[in-house]
């Protein structure tokens, strides 16, 4: 099955050809394991790969790396979006799928912007920050 | 979601994940999740719901 409508993946490929910088997905499939209940036959670790590179496909500044269990990643399936490779600290644990899928595909297109498009108010306010923030947001799918 | 990633681009001292709350329901549980987005800062539970950003910034700074 299609990730997205024909509408759908002009829309995210007009959006992808205007990265200003290249991005990976940087995808951690975890370690094999029987699948969890309720989750019939699906391979999460599979359909993780396959989203991505899909996504992948519809633009030539995105990229996506596979690796079964690299470095700060607490959950699996798992992709950070790295700007220029560069891991910053945008994940997204679990399989985005549904609505969710809007969430990767806008944590791209912002990755991909040279400057942040934060409110100055905000960015300043960030410049001043002395500690480390980790902002973590439970989603669903639907 | 976008917001907090947006965060995160814009700071190197700010992380951001989203996390599908079905597929890892043990810790949905431990962070009472109920509702989503549930915005969780630096481990602790805040609050359910999407805000703009200037209250947003308000509500993570102080944390």
């Known amino acids: 099955m ?3 409508h024909a509408e759908e993946e002009a829309k995210v490929r007009e959006w992808f050809a205007e990265l200003e910088r290249p991005v990976e997905l940087s995808v951690a499939i975890g370690p094999e394991e029987t699948p969890r209940a309720g989750s019939g036959d699906t391979d999460f670790g599979a359909e993780m790969v396959r989203l991505c590179e899909e996504l992948a496909a519809l633009g030539e500044g995105v990229t996506c790396r596979v690796e079964e269990r ?37 944590a791209v297109v912002e990755a991909g912007r040279a400057e942040p498009t ?12 002395d500690r480390d923030l980790a902002l973590d ?6 | 979601m976008l917001l907090a990633y947006r965060f995160a681009l814009a700071s190197e001292r700010v992380t951001a994940t989203a996390i599908e709350a079905n ?23 805040r609050w359910d719901g999407a805000v703009p950003e200037p209250e947003f910034l308000r509500r993570v700074l102080g944390a």
Do not use: H, M
């Open chain 1, 2 to 4: 299609a990730l997205l």
């Open chain 1, 70 to 106: 690299p470095e700060g990643f607490p959950r699996f399936p798992a992709v950070s979006i790295r700007p220029e490779g560069r891991d910053v600290g945008v994940r997204y644990d679990g399989l985005p799928w549904g609505y969710e899928l809007g969430s990767l595909v806008g």
């Open chain 1, 118 to 129: 934060l409110r100055p108010e905000s960015r300043a306010a960030l410049e001043e920050l």
């Open chain 1, 137 to 142: 947001v439970f989603v669903t799918p639907t």
């Open chain 2, 23 to 45: 597929e890892f329901p043990q810790l949905a549980q431990e962070l009472e999740v109920w509702a989503v987005p549930r915005i969780v800062v630096d481990g602790e539970p």
